[in-house]
Nanobody, 118 residues
Framework: QVQLVESGGGLVQVGGSLRLSCRAS????????MGWYRQAPGKQRELVAS???????SYEGSVKGRCTISRDNAKKTVYLQMNSLKPEDTAVYYC????????????WGKGTLVTVSS
């Protein structure tokens, strides 16, 4: 059974930092492209950051310079370090394992809530 379990969300003040973690089980983690998405109330889910199986990273424009995605294949875990948080970063953050480039399935975690208060 495939599971992606996020942790690390919570309430933080403007300018603060959080580190999200997503631990995977049931998949060959190292071959998947991993991503963090977020969905704010009333908005569509959007890609925040992704890291390829080779370690290449990409970021959504508004988080560039403030967030860092990384992966630890030995721990089957992907991280999202978020700094200088803003109220507009408030959302549920979802972990994604994208196997489609390899003809595999796409998997989602249940999400972790990040609330940035001013």
């Amino acid at each position: 059974q495939v599971q992606l379990v996020e942790s690390g969300g919570g309430l933080v003040q403007v300018g603060g930092s959080l580190r999200l973690s997503c631990r995977a089980s049931g998949i060959a983690f190292s071959i998947y492209e991993m991503g963090w998405y977020r969905q704010a109330p009333g908005k569509q889910r959007e890609l925040v950051a992704s890291v390829s199986r080779g370690g290449s990273t990409s970021y959504e424009g508004s988080v560039k310079g403030r967030c860092t995605i990384s992966r630890d294949n030995a721990k089957k875990t992907v991280y999202l370090q978020m700094n200088s948080l803003k109220p507009e970063d408030t959302a549920v953050y979802y972990c994604n394992a994208n196997g489609r480039p390899l003809g595999l399935s796409n998997y989602w975690g249940k999400g972790t809530l990040v609330t940035v208060s001013s």
